[in-house]
């Protein structure tokens, strides 16, 4: 690691996200998609993003490294602002921020070799010497445990542990600092979702990354993570460090969410919170809590403003107007 990076790490957060939005024009309105959401990340800390599908999380990532434009707020990259840049910039953008994708197969271009998906970053940030792209490859294939007789294998003939590596290393091969994942084992199987959580755990210790995890996997989210911030219709309703959200969740959705987790003691009878109720449309919602009409606690108020996402406890952010009352809280 270079002595620019170890300079940074010292001085954190490595990203600031204010306020920032990200609508869909549908023929009925506007999906409120990302909205209104703010918080930052320490450098090489891990960020876990949960919540329902649809609820925005996966496009939050992608806003945030410019794979989608957002429609307001900030984004802040040590620092600087990035939250509109021109082509020039956001290739330079690009060798520090990079994202590792969902899908392992439809990421990866059928046509290309294992060698030749590895190397195309490469090739686009402008390296052209063939004997450094294949130095760099074949070490970020040993970095991911990829070995070097699959180098013409095509993803079609590789088993999706592998395609998923083949993700990873072109996502590290031009040594970025900052990484989105998307859900990167959701679509492995449970044995093989181990392997690739060690290693993604092991990389980040030895380069010092900083990771966004994205997921709806709670059990993974609550090994690899940090911080955890819970995300409903578009919008933060709770944040905490990882241990302390498991421990004290308190919003109603988190509460919810996390008495799904299932348990490996068997004699250990878990109450499950069953969510009734309709879900709020995300195309132009009303004024009001978007949990409210599924809120067992709900009110009035609930249902007419708003609330604000704010400490609650040292470092434990809530959106919620009753969560003091809920929670026993003076």
């Given at each position: ?15 600031e ?5 990200k ?8 999906v ?13 800390r891990?960020?876990g993003?949960?919540g ?7 496009t ?17 990259f040590?620092?600087?602002d ?15 921020m990079?994202?590792?994708?969902q ?22 940030m402008?390296?052209?010497n063939?004997g ?7 070490r ?30 072109r996502a ?7 990484v989105v994942?998307?859900?990167?084992v ?8 181990a ?41 933060m ?19 919810a ?15 499950r919170?069953?969510?009734k ?8 919602p ?23 996402c704010?400490?609650?406890l ?17």
């Amino acid at each position: 690691m270079d002595e620019t990076r170890e300079n940074r790490i010292e001085n954190t957060p490595i990203l600031e996200v204010k306020n920032l939005k990200k609508y869909f024009s549908v023929p009925a309105g506007l999906v409120h998609a990302v909205d209104d959401i703010s918080f930052s990340i320490d450098a090489g800390r891990t960020l876990g993003v949960v919540g329902e599908s649809g609820c925005g999380k996966s496009t939050l990532g992608r806003v945030l490294i410019h794979l989608l434009e957002s429609n307001a707020g900030q984004i802040l990259f040590f620092g600087r602002d990035i939250t509109h840049v021109d082509r020039q910039e956001l290739t330079t953008l690009r060798k520090k921020m990079q994202m590792i994708f969902q899908d392992p197969y439809s990421s990866l271009n059928p046509r290309m070799s294992l060698y030749e998906s590895i190397a195309e970053p490469l090739r686009i940030m402008g390296h052209d010497n063939s004997g450094q792209i294949q130095e760099k490859v074949y070490r970020i294939m040993d970095t991911v445990g990829l070995a070097r007789r699959l180098v013409n294998s095509y993803p079609h003939e590789l088993d999706g542990g592998r395609r998923q590596r083949i993700g990873i290393a072109r996502a590290l091969v031009i040594e970025p600092e900052f990484v989105v994942c998307d859900e990167p084992v959701s679509a492995l199987d449970v044995s093989i979702q181990a392997q690739i959580l060690n290693l993604m755990s092991d990389i980040q210790e030895e380069r010092k990354l900083t990771y966004i995890f994205v997921t709806h996997d709670l059990s993974v989210v609550k090994y690899i993570s940090n911080d955890i911030l819970v995300m409903y219709l578009g919008q933060m309703v709770e944040k905490a460090p990882a241990k302390e959200l498991f421990r004290h969740r308190l919003h109603p959705y988190t509460k919810a969410l996390l008495s799904a987790v299932p348990l490996p003691d068997i004699r250990h009878k878990k109450r499950r919170i069953a969510l009734k109720g309709e879900l709020t449309s995300p195309i132009d919602p009303p004024p009001g809590c978007r949990f409210a009409s599924r809120c067992p606690y709900a009110r009035e108020i609930c249902h007419s403003k708003t609330p604000v996402c704010e400490e609650v406890l040292p470092d434990h952010f809530a959106a919620c107007h009753l969560v003091r009352e809920i929670n026993g809280l003076s």
